[in-house]
């Protein structure tokens, strides 16, 4: 076992409440050995801390990929909105639609999904 190894793991143990006759016996050295380990030692460098990371947007995130950003721009050059408002836009008037399907679904059950959105804005 190397020197730095052994000096770290003397400091370890008499941490732990060992003297350095026991830990000599341990690890097979005499207790001047120890002694001087523990003199001697300087204990490493701890690590710097990680950077904090950034916190969580919140709210809802979409995924980043080609199809969304590209109907996203579409969303936000005809409302002519910022990108959060337009995809509140589009999920508002989605859910109305979906919850004007499901009404008419309970009242007619041959229905299998929802329509297709066939309206036109001009």
């Not at 109907?71 to 936000?76: D, G, M, Q, S, Y």
Request: charged share 25%.
């Amino acid at each position: 076992m190397s020197r730095a190894t052994r000096r770290i793991i003397v400091a370890h143990l008499t941490d732990h409440g060992m003297n350095p006759t026991e830990i000599g016996a341990e690890l097979e050295v005499s207790p001047d050995t120890v002694r001087r380990d523990l003199r001697d030692h300087t204990p490493p460098t701890p690590a710097p801390d990680p950077e904090p990371a950034a916190p969580a947007a919140a709210g809802l995130l979409l995924p980043d990929d080609p199809q969304t950003r590209r109907n996203l721009t579409v969303l936000t050059t005809a409302l002519g909105a910022q990108p959060e408002d337009a995809a509140r836009y589009a999920i508002h008037q989605e859910a109305h639609r979906v919850h004007h399907w499901h009404t008419t679904r309970t009242r007619r059950p041959s229905r299998s999904g929802p329509p297709a959105d066939t309206t036109t804005e001009g």
